[in-house]
């Protein structure tokens, strides 16, 4: 098993209501098959909308690029929303 | 040939002569500048010489709408100014929402340049398309609400929109804004040389219609446009702009004491959340918006109760990170406080970040401070420096002078001093994420966000940029500031602009709609032609590649935490990014628009 910190920031802290939580997954395990997960778990759609981003070990992730992202032991995953603006 | 949108004149205003006339703007010029910050910039660099003294009767507030300023579409709200900044020494550009732009072009002008210095206090009433020249000897010092509510009492109707200054202008705060109801021209201290002419205030009337291309057609996109602004901006309206309170501290990029750390352990009390469990009323909206971002939020009980504001993003995190302030019931008091006293929130937070800093080094000792402890931290004396500041009282009149000043009084403290060009730095770290340090460098205003060009969403969350990267870089910031630089003279609020087709690929008919013209393919050109004049007017005042360089700190100190702990960018690595932003903007080595760029501004300005 390995082990992945995810945290949310912005719109998906309120909407979950979680800060940050490690989760014990199955090695060989995709970015995109945990986002499902998390969406069962929380019955909310992460990744909906353009304003909703994954960041993975603080580097930014398109959605595209998540079904074919292996996660790592030790892995930081950061659910964020951000629009233009500021 | 334009049908609608513009109205092709503006008024000039000579407070000394206390005489106005009605003077027609070439089309040419709306072609090739669109309008807003553009042409304001156009007539900047054709009526202010490099020599001109900011608090001096020759300097000059240049405002201008654009095109859909006013129009019955999303947030067509903002307009611009262009003078010569008392914070800075140099050409600023600040723009604004509120009433005033649209009522103004009701009113039948595009523009409003006032020149001059009065004999007499003064505040303008313009109606019928006219102008009063009314006394307002009485209302000098009362603080904005209160002036605002005495000039539409007094004024071309209850329901006029009116711009004033505060006691901060007169108290010689260099960053002292003008408050437009309750927004404001916040940056770089055109509320100053507002003060510096003998002007209080102008009130335009309401009244009026603004000629539009193709009524119908507007009529059809408005009600799609206003449904998907709501839409992708629902975060906006529930949590406005501190909405990245958080996200910026949990990726290491918050601003925080003085920018010595990008992580605040103070962010949880500041962070939209708590505030809206705490302290919001509700959202608010300007004209003619469907998100209605601002937050207003106020105390309710404790020693600050009755503290009523609505403090952006910005604000949090000057007054709250910069100062290490983690109480947002002191943050939404000293917001009232600004606006009460007219001054820049973002440029306080950062001169009392900086004041902490000092003290806490012994640079600043009690004697220097007028018997106060200036810490990191302590609400209460980031209060009572504010009401110095207003007042112009003691240590709060040595703060006020702004950045520039300072460190020509206190040589010893410029190291700590966060600024580019004499403008206070943004709420976000340049450190944590390589091309905020490029657009703080480059943004013709000194550092800011906006006209720098906010890279957060490209940098940090798209996957498209490696936010430590260096290549790219100077590509991205230009982008961002071309498609800002439409933006502004087009006399839209930018959080709504994507729902129109306004982006860095423009679609859409809406330009066509409003003016018959159809710009949209060459936004983004029209674009690059400002901050290329922009440049232009730069250079002539005396700004070379050095002024475009961050404060030593950032190339020196590594963040000592978080997420992007270790971080630091040194010259040699900025130069990087900087050489490719010059070369994709064809300007020279020392950021000289050369060959084509200087033509085509030079030929642009006439």
Redesign the interface.
């Known amino acids: 098993m390995i082990r992945v910190e995810v945290?949310f920031?912005?719109?998906p802290?309120?909407e979950t209501g979680v800060k940050a939580e490690t989760l014990e997954l199955e090695p060989d395990i995709t970015l995109g098959t945990l986002v499902e997960r998390l969406n069962q778990r929380y019955s909310w759609e992460i990744g909906r909308?353009?304003?909703q981003?994954i960041?993975l070990n603080?580097?930014?992730?398109?959605r595209e690029?998540w079904a074919h992202t292996r996660l790592e032991d030790g892995d930081s995953v950061?659910v964020?929303?951000?629009?233009?603006?500021? | 040939m334009f049908t609608g949108g513009y109205l092709g004149k503006l008024l000039r205003v000579d407070l000394a002569r206390e005489h106005h006339a009605i003077e027609p703007v070439p089309e040419a010029i709306f072609e090739q500048y669109l309008g807003g910050r553009g042409v304001a910039a156009h007539y900047y660099r054709e009526e202010l010489g490099p020599a001109v003294d900011p608090l001096s009767p020759a300097n000059k507030l240049i405002f201008f709408t654009g095109p859909l300023t006013g129009l019955p579409l999303p947030a067509t709200t903002k307009f611009q100014c262009a003078t010569r900044s008392p914070e800075t020494g140099i050409y600023l550009c600040t723009n604004s929402s509120g009433e005033l732009g649209p009522y103004l072009k009701r009113q039948g002008y595009d523009g409003l340049i006032i020149e001059g210095q009065a004999r007499r206090p003064l505040y303008l009433a313009i109606a019928g398309g006219g102008v009063e020249f009314r006394d307002a000897s009485d209302l000098v010092m009362l603080d904005t609400p209160a002036a605002i509510e005495a000039v539409r009492a007094d004024g071309p109707g209850a329901d006029a929109a009116v711009m004033a200054i505060g006691p901060a202008a007169y108290s010689g705060v260099r960053y002292a804004c003008i408050m437009v109801g309750d927004r404001s021209f916040g940056r770089g201290g055109a509320g100053r040389v507002m003060a510096a002419k003998g002007l209080k205030a102008v009130a335009v009337d309401r009244r009026g219609e603004i000629p539009v291309a193709d009524r119908a057609r507007l009529k059809a996109i408005l009600p799609v446009a206003a449904k998907n602004a709501r839409e992708?901006?629902r975060?906006?309206n529930?949590?406005g702009?501190n909405?990245?309170t958080?996200?910026m501290n949990?990726?290491g990029c918050y601003s925080v004491r003085n920018f010595t750390t990008g992580v605040f352990e103070g962010a949880a009390t500041l962070s939209?959340?708590y505030v809206t469990r705490h302290y919001k009323d509700r959202s608010a909206a300007c004209f003619r918006c469907p998100v209605a971002?601002a937050q207003v939020c106020s105390v309710r009980d404790g020693p600050l109760a009755g503290a009523v504001s609505d403090p952006e993003?910005?604000t949090v995190g000057t007054l709250g990170g910069v100062c290490g302030v983690s109480d947002f019931a002191a943050i939404i008091a000293g917001n009232q406080l600004c606006d009460e006293y007219g001054i820049d929130t973002m440029t306080v937070g950062c001169v009392i970040g900086y004041a902490m800093e000092c003290y806490e080094r012994g640079l600043f000792t009690r004697e220097d401070t007028g018997g106060l402890e200036v810490r990191f931290g302590d609400a209460a004396v980031m209060l009572e420096l504010i009401r110095r500041i207003g007042r112009g009282e003691g240590f709060g009149k040595v703060l006020g002078k702004g950045f520039r000043e300072l460190a020509r009084a206190y040589p010893a403290t410029a190291p700590y001093m966060m600024h580019v060009k004499g403008m206070a730095f943004a709420a976000y770290e340049p450190r944590g994420f390589y091309g905020m340090a490029l657009a703080y460098g480059t943004s013709s205003r000194g550092a800011c966000?906006?006209v720098g060009g906010?890279t957060?969403?490209d940098e940090?969350?798209?996957?498209?940029?490696?936010?430590f990267a260096l290549e790219g870089k100077g590509e991205l910031v230009k982008r961002l500031q071309d498609t800002r630089a439409y933006i502004d003279s087009l006399g839209i609020c930018?959080?709504v602009?994507?729902s129109m087709g306004f982006t860095d690929s423009p679609t859409g008919d809406v330009l066509l709609a409003a003016t018959g013209v159809d710009f949209t393919p060459r936004l983004m050109a029209i674009g690059q032609d400002i901050i290329d004049l922009e440049r232009m007017i730069l250079v002539r005042e005396g700004i070379t590649r050095e002024d475009d360089y961050l404060p030593n700190r950032i190339y020196t100190e590594p963040l000592p935490e978080g997420?992007a702990r270790g971080r630091i960018l040194t010259r040699e690595m900025y130069d990087v990014m900087l050489d490719e932003y010059y070369r994709l903007r064809k300007w020279d080595r020392q950021g000289v628009p050369s060959g084509r760029a200087q033509e085509g501004a030079r030929e642009a300005a006439g």
């Open positions: 945290r920031a912005g719109l802290r309120t909308g353009e304003s981003f960041l603080q580097r930014g992730l398109r690029r950061l964020i929303s951000a629009i233009a603006g500021g | 992708t901006k975060t906006h529930l949590f702009t909405q990245y958080e996200v949990e990726l939209k959340d971002c993003y910005e966000h906006n906010w957060i969403r940090l969350l798209t996957g498209d940029y490696d936010r930018t959080v602009r994507s997420p």
